[in-house]
């Protein structure tokens, strides 16, 4: 399990140059979520590492890795935190929810079980997070379309009710992959443009001023 900190101590994943890297206008904390085996290990790999195995080693608590990535210009650090989907580890992952601006809901669309969790995972959202972290509820194993349990526009209401972004993606294939993670980026940019200070020190090191912690004056993220 790695450590809350993020310069890399415990069973850390990430490259220790992306790691150690403090030159960056941004950091951004994301947390990934859904029920065990949708696929959201192999979906941080894939975005991380470009790299999929169809071994399934289940996550053991919380793990995280590091990528920077440019938008506009600015260089964002993204802290990306894999939770483990097992009920048995719910409290050790919901403790790291308060300091996520964006969460990437993961369902398996080849199972009505894992969708179905959708609305509790959105309630421990809502429980344990800002009031003002994003979501992208994301439907992966696109490639087993012939195996499809939940229907496409079914997910799209939903997403649509909560008032998340939806996407369907494939990690196997690399289908939506990058794309989920950017339009993650962009919302949570676009939320703090509305809603923050500006107070890019506080998000620079990592500690991140909080979404809903408003102020009059805002000097946005420019991403
Ligand atoms: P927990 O860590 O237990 O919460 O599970 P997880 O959501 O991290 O699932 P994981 O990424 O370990 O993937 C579970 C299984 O699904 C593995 O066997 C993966 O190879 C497989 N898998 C993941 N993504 C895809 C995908 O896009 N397509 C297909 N066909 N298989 C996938
Ligand atoms: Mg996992």
């Given at each position: 399990?790695?450590?809350?900190?993020?310069s890399g101590t415990g069973q850390v994943t990430q490259t220790q140059g992306d790691a150690a890297d403090q030159n960056f206008d941004y950091m951004f904390k994301l947390l990934i979520i859904g029920n065990s085996s949708v696929g959201k290990t192999s979906f941080l790999f894939r975005y991380a590492d470009d790299s999929f195995t169809s071994a399934f080693v289940s996550t053991v608590g919380i793990d995280f890795k590091v990528k920077t990535i440019y938008?506009?210009?600015?260089?964002?650090?993204?802290?990306?935190?894999?939770?483990?989907?097992?009920?048995?580890?719910?409290?050790?992952?919901?403790?790291?929810?308060?300091?996520?601006?964006?969460?990437l809901l993961m369902y398996d669309i080849t199972s009505q079980e894992s969708f179905s969790a959708v609305q509790d995972w959105a309630t421990q959202i809502k429980t344990y997070s800002w009031d003002n972290a994003q979501v992208a509820l994301v439907g992966n194993k696109l490639d087993l379309e012939e195996d499809r349990q939940?229907?496409?526009?079914?997910?799209?209401?939903?997403?649509?009710?909560?008032?998340f972004q939806f996407f369907e993606a494939s990690a196997k294939d690399n289908v939506n992959v990058k794309q989920?993670?950017?339009?993650l980026v962009d919302i949570v940019c676009d939320k703090m443009n509305e809603s923050v200070s500006g107070d890019a020190g506080a998000l620079a090191n990592g500690k991140g001023a909080g979404l809903k912690d408003t102020s009059p004056k805002s000097t946005g993220c420019a991403c």
């Amino acid at each position: 399990m790695a450590s809350a900190g993020d310069s890399g101590t415990g069973q850390v994943t990430q490259t220790q140059g992306d790691a150690a890297d403090q030159n960056f206008d941004y950091m951004f904390k994301l947390l990934i979520i859904g029920n065990s085996s949708v696929g959201k290990t192999s979906f941080l790999f894939r975005y991380a590492d470009d790299s999929f195995t169809s071994a399934f080693v289940s996550t053991v608590g919380i793990d995280f890795k590091v990528k920077t990535i440019y938008r506009n210009n600015k260089r964002v650090k993204l802290q990306i935190w894999d939770t483990a989907g097992q009920e048995r580890y719910r409290t050790i992952t919901t403790a790291y929810y308060r300091g996520a601006m964006g969460f990437l809901l993961m369902y398996d669309i080849t199972s009505q079980e894992s969708f179905s969790a959708v609305q509790d995972w959105a309630t421990q959202i809502k429980t344990y997070s800002w009031d003002n972290a994003q979501v992208a509820l994301v439907g992966n194993k696109l490639d087993l379309e012939e195996d499809r349990q939940v229907p496409t526009q079914d997910a799209q209401r939903l997403a649509t009710e909560l008032g998340f972004q939806f996407f369907e993606a494939s990690a196997k294939d690399n289908v939506n992959v990058k794309q989920v993670f950017e339009r993650l980026v962009d919302i949570v940019c676009d939320k703090m443009n509305e809603s923050v200070s500006g107070d890019a020190g506080a998000l620079a090191n990592g500690k991140g001023a909080g979404l809903k912690d408003t102020s009059p004056k805002s000097t946005g993220c420019a991403c």
